[in-house]
């Protein structure tokens, strides 16, 4: 399998979002159908995207210059009413179903974790839930602990992980 990583960028809006409807599409079952609604309003939302790749750098895998994941690293600075505003963070971390399986989601999470580095971050955190089963194996394979659990959300548990990276 030819597969290029390189830094995502307002050009592959239409490719992002259509990566994230398709990889985060196979949780519809998982939900209700109301949760569901919501979930993907949210997915399906350009302005997601844009606002994602304001405070973000952007990391695609493409294979035959069609991306097929995308993880979203954002900085220190950006606090949420999850992270910290001294936390860089994961976010919208997908990979097409057809690809899965194929180690991508991992070496994104990868490529996150050695900017924040380069970045002198001190911490990195993210956010999963019960029924994201393949994404949690991947974060505690790479070192990320679970910290706590949070409210839930989509009638769903979620977990925040961490991982020092001094």
């Known amino acids: 399998m030819n597969l290029n990583f390189r830094e995502g960028n307002t050009k592959d809006l239409k490719q992002l979002r259509e990566v994230a409807l398709a990889s985060y599409g196979v949780f519809e079952k998982e939900l209700t159908k109301e949760n569901w ?13 844009t606002h994602i790749l304001k405070i973000s750098k952007c990391f695609v895998c493409e294979m035959d210059d069609k991306i097929v994941g ?5 900085p220190s600075g950006n606090p949420t009413e999850i992270f910290e505003a001294s936390w860089s963070y994961l976010r919208m971390v997908g990979v097409h179903p057809d690809y899965q399986g194929n180690g991508i989601g991992h ?5 996150c974790i050695e900017f924040a580095k380069q970045s002198n971050e ?14 949690r194996y991947v974060y505690e394979k790479l070192g990320f602990k679970k910290i706590k ?9 979620y977990w925040l992980y961490q991982m020092m990276l001094s």
């Open 149 to 157: 659990e949070l409210q839930p959300l989509f009638g769903k548990k």
């Open 107 to 111: 070496q994104l999470t990868q490529l």
């Open 70 to 74: 995308v993880a979203y690293f954002v």
């Open 37 to 49: 609604e919501i979930f993907f309003k949210n997915l399906d939302s350009e302005d997601s995207y």
């Open 122 to 135: 001190q911490v990195i955190a993210l956010h999963t839930s019960e029924f994201m089963n393949s994404a």
